[in-house]
């Protein structure tokens, strides 16, 4: 007999949170070792019931992802009528820098006082490269350019179509399934975009119009590639471990491309100001990648992608409430059929991840 019980006792507890192991004094690498050593000797009497103790440290941990993934959504979510804003103050590539320099700075000091720092291993340095370059730097830089042209929560709408492009690709270049249900749910998805898109919801013949929705297009393009890439190559270090080092190359890029493009700025400096990239960098970036990536630790990857949709849905209502956008039927009616398609495509991997 293991000393942990029964074979179905093991089986239990290594389906349990990984803090709740912690909690009750276990490693998971000692269970899995042991779950092999018993081999096949399954024990046939019922699993004794849980103390309260570990039912009361479930609900926790279970209020808890609940907390951090709000906080991802709101954060990231109201991040981008705050974007709009500082647009108001600021040209859009040195916006997006003197955001990301701060929270750079705040990732390594947070990153240096857990002990989370790491010097990268040469596997890891193309996965640095991927999402420091194609998601914090080129997406946050496309995304604010466009959004000069475009209202914030058409924008943020018009970045989640992300994943919209992501399942094709990973269909094309990693042979992943595309059944019948992750089909229907991009034909919808893209007949929600469609509809945003349409001559009767934007002006075609203004160019400035076209170029910034084709640029927030881009920047949803450079996410879908920056996803498809991770997927097929895995990280030996943890997300937060490469975190410092991402964030540090789109500081030092956002910071070379504001100078190119844009020169030195004429800032007139007002609390208001300081205030907005304070929000930026600290609540948009530093606290909403750290409960991401603590939630993403909680939380199977399909559960954090459906969750995350939450974050147009705040967007979009947020821009309305802060910035006084209207919210026509054609922008409510898109925006529920890219959420919709979205999370329908998405609902068809939940089974295979959990």
């Not at 399954?42 to 926790?60: D, F, G, H, K, N």
């Not at 997006?96 to 320099?101: D, E, S, V």
């Not at 967007?315 to 009616?333: C, D, H, M, N, P």
Request: proline share 5%; with cysteine.
């Amino acid at each position: 007999m293991s000393p942990f019980g029964s074979r179905k006792d093991l089986r239990h507890l290594l389906e349990l949170d990984e803090y709740l192991l912690e909690d009750m004094g276990f490693n998971r690498s000692s269970l899995t070792a042991e779950w092999y050593r018993t081999g096949i000797r399954i024990e046939t009497r019922a699993l004794p019931a849980l103390p309260v103790q570990t039912t009361q440290q479930e609900s926790l941990s279970r209020f808890i992802s609940i907390a951090l993934m709000s906080i991802v959504i709101l954060a990231w979510g109201i991040n981008w009528s705050v974007g709009k804003v500082v647009l108001d103050y600021l040209p859009p590539v040195w916006a997006t820098a003197l955001r990301t320099i701060p929270a750079c700075v705040a990732v390594w000091l947070l990153c240096a006082l857990t002990g989370q720092t790491k010097v990268p291993a040469k596997s890891d340095i193309p996965i640095i490269f991927n999402v420091g370059l194609l998601h914090m730097a080129a997406f946050t830089v496309l995304a604010t350019i466009g959004m000069q042209y475009v209202p914030a929560g058409k924008s943020v709408v018009l970045a989640y179509t992300t994943p919209l492009w992501v399942l094709p690709a990973a269909w094309l270049l990693l042979n992943e399934a595309l059944p019948r249900q992750r089909i229907l749910g991009v034909v919808i998805g893209m007949a929600g975009l469609a509809l945003l898109l349409q001559p009767s919801a934007l002006d075609w013949h203004d160019p400035d119009i076209l170029y910034g929705h084709g640029l927030i297009l881009g920047a949803a393009l450079c996410w879908a590639i920056c996803i498809v890439y991770n997927r097929a190559h895995k990280s030996t270090a943890s997300t937060l471990q490469l975190l410092p080092w991402q964030i540090l190359l789109a500081a030092v890029v956002q910071l070379a491309l504001a100078l190119m493009l844009e020169g030195m700025p004429e800032i007139e400096w007002s609390w208001r100001l300081l205030g907005l990239l304070a929000y930026g960098s600290l609540i948009g970036t530093v606290l909403a990648y750290w409960a991401m990536n603590s939630v993403s630790r909680r939380l199977s990857a399909s559960v954090v992608s459906l969750a995350s949709l939450g974050v147009p849905v705040v967007g979009l209502f947020s821009s309305a409430l802060i910035l006084g956008e209207a919210l026509s039927t054609q922008l409510l009616v898109g925006t529920t059929l890219i959420v919709g398609g979205v999370v329908l495509a998405m609902l068809s991997r939940l089974g295979k991840e959990d």
